[in-house]
């Protein structure tokens, strides 16, 4: 990891106690912002594996140069799945006086909701007025570039900013021309890797132009050879490697879950995702045909877990009828959720394990993939070439990605060559729950483990995941609920 100076500095402003690595991360950017005094660069980069704590440190980050009266605004852009995170993750961790607006609706109504914001500083004689943040995707920044300009941010946060890696998008342009506006920049994502180096231009030109330069062809001409059939392929120069490199960790911080010994062995994260309109309107109607059922009938576990069953098929994307004909996809909330996280393990060289309960969903996974050109190994109802499938997974660095259906993957297979498995949908035995975590964890790993679970927010998903955690009966528990009155099916 990067190194920091010997310096004091405030403690972090956040409800937790930081690891090393995330106190030392703080710090680092804090020297660059010169919160010392001396400025070294007004932008500074987070270069820090999946589950390794970016969005807390960030947040502590704004909180000093909040409370040191530098910023009264931060922008902060992120990909569309994981706007609610930052909502999440400043309610949970912030200690200072805030307001964060997530920007949502359609261009027109996001400008209204950004302009509405200046009616949140607070009044003329506040000693310090609220911090506000807004956040919003990538895809909108470029669209209100104009009125993000007009808004004045202090500091913009570009939260997995291997999405301004291509120069020439309109998102890159506009993130270039707010971040030159602007007091203080922060990038996140996952490490720079050599073989990827020629995405560093874009996101150094946004954090300090003065490290690349401002002409994409300069930079490609002083690292890079062309090569190939039309000298389309640009090769590292290999005497220029150790002045890249030294350039771009000399505003970056850099965290491997494998270097993070102070990391807990496994951490969890549960990403949240909104179901749309549409698919909430499907989901509660369904809610009220199973109540409606359970009044009728006999309450018992198999009743309740058999209306269960269509409402976590629903929180997956997919509505099954009773006949069995083809599933209709009412929702994409998790789809785009994980096509997010891919897109950060792939740019982080990680692989990843990927555990579905419905076939529906697996069959929507792979089809992700196969457009995406990436390879991946299978595990589940029908798959007979099981150990071929895991000798692939585990050994061929061109195949990133392992699907496994938890009630067939869960047993006698090592997937170590991954430390983060995410679950797109659980089903309710708690055996093979532990089973299916046990797959990454276990001998043969070398770093600390990463779960996430994509959780359809208000929904069956959440009693489900607290009962596996719990180990409690879930069934038991949603008998529970409707017997003292409560809906078993909606989160009280």
Known sequence: MTETPNQTYPSMPIRASPYAHQRAAYEFALSLYGIDGQVISRGCSFLMDMGTGKTLTSIAVTGALYQTDRIRRVLIVAPLSILGVWREEFAKFAVFDYRLVVLTGS??????MLRDTYCLAGSADSVRPPLIVVVVNYESAWRLEREIILWKPDMVICDEGHKIKTPNTAASKALHRIGARTAYRLLLTGTVITNKALDVFSQWKFLNPMIFGTKYSHFKARYFDAAGYGGYTMILKKHMEAELMDKVHSIAFRARKADCLDLPETTDITRYVDLEPSAKRIYHDLVRESVAELDRGEIT????????????QLTGGFLCDDEGGKPQQVSSAKMDALSDTL????????????????????????KLLEKRGVAYSLIMGGVTDRDEQVSRFQNDPAVPVFIGQIATAGL?????????????SLDYSMSNFEQAKARIHRVGQKENCTY????ARGTVDEKVLQALRDKADLARTLIDDYRHGDNPFLLS
């Open 107 to 112: 261009t027109e109504k996001k400008a209204d």
């Open 301 to 312: 576990a198999t009743n309740v877990l058999t209306r269960l069953l269509r409402l976590s």
């Open 343 to 366: 897109d950060t393990m792939l740019e982080e060289g990680q692989k990843l394990v990927i555990i579905a309960r419905f076939i529906p969903e697996i069959d929507a996974i792979r």
């Open 412 to 424: 006698g297979i090592t997937l170590t060559a991954a430390s983060t498995m995410l679950f797109f």
């Open 452 to 455: 996430i679970y994509l959780t």
